[in-house]
Nanobody, 126 residues
Framework: QVQFAESGGGLVQAGGSLRLSCAAS????????MGWFCQAPGKERESVAS????????YYADSVKGRFSISRDNAKNTVYLQMNNLKAEDTAVYYC???????????????????WGQGTQVTVSS
């Protein structure tokens, strides 16, 4: 069965950095779009960043452009999210996600996600 191992979350001060990792097992996702979503208490799960399979084209929410960077290592079946210049409003649970029906990540939304990671907590203190 498909399993995800998320790591890298934690507590940091505003302006700090974290690097999230999500390693998948049980299935190869090199042909599919992958991404990261965040969810704060009482809020909808929202797309943060996504990445195409082979082309490497990336997409970001406006709120994180210039601060976050998504990447993937298909040989390791892993997707990463480098988070720099963190702000208090970035505090949320972050979930990696896979759209197993398309290579294209543009417009990836929660409704299109087929697999979710377990989530990792990111807390940014002021």
């Amino acid at each position: 069965q498909v399993q995800f191992a998320e790591s890298g979350g934690g507590l940091v001060q505003a302006g700090g950095s974290l690097r999230l990792s999500c390693a998948a097992s049980g299935r190869t996702f090199s042909s599919y779009a992958m991404g990261w979503f965040c969810q704060a208490p009482g809020k909808e799960r929202e797309s943060v960043a996504s990445i195409d399979c082979l082309s490497g084209l990336t997409y970001y929410a406006d709120s994180v452009k210039g601060r976050f960077s998504i990447s993937r290592d298909n040989a390791k079946n892993t997707v990463y999210l480098q988070m720099n210049n963190l702000k208090a409003e970035d505090t949320a649970v972050y979930y990696c996600a896979v759209h197993s029906r398309s290579c294209l990540a543009g417009g990836l939304s929660g409704g299109l996600v087929d697999y979710w990671g377990q989530g990792t907590q990111v807390t940014v203190s002021s």
